[in-house]
């Protein structure tokens, strides 16, 4: 004669009451939640300005685009020279300028590692590569 009473391939775990207590605690944690004390605890400062540049002559985007036949910066094909020189201008004024590199489908890979080194020569940092 067989005992009657659970066996344990039958033992069974509700899952809907855990379900239930869990969506409590969630909207008991979201209701709860003070946005103000997390944000008063941050430590965000910014930077000051820097108060000799003027803000009007400061580049806030600086744009190279990289071809097969060179650099083309403010509308106008350059050397590597005269990006050289113009880039030592730029970081003259401000060296945390964004540099936008923008190179062509069929610019050759050199050029953008040229840009590439007169931006390290001169300190610029706040780099972008985008293929066009």
Request: proline share 5%; aromatic share 6%; hydrophobic share 45%.
């Amino acid at each position: 004669m067989a005992k009657k009473g659970l066996n344990a391939g039958e033992a069974k775990a509700e899952m809907t009451p855990m379900i239930d207590v869990v969506f409590q605690l969630l909207i008991f944690f979201v209701v709860t939640l003070h946005q103000e004390d997390i944000l008063s605890r941050l430590m965000a400062s910014r930077p000051a300005p820097d108060k000799k540049a003027d803000p009007e002559q400061q580049p806030d985007l600086i744009n190279i685009e990289i071809f097969r036949g060179g650099f083309i910066v403010k509308g106008r094909v350059v050397s590597l020279e005269e990006l050289d020189r113009q880039m030592r201008n730029y970081a003259a004024m401000s060296k945390t300028a964004n540099v936008l590199l923008r190179c062509t489908r069929d610019s050759p890979h050199q050029y953008l590692v040229q840009a590439l080194d007169i931006c390290a020569k001169h300190q610029m940092t706040n780099l972008s590569i985008f293929s066009m």
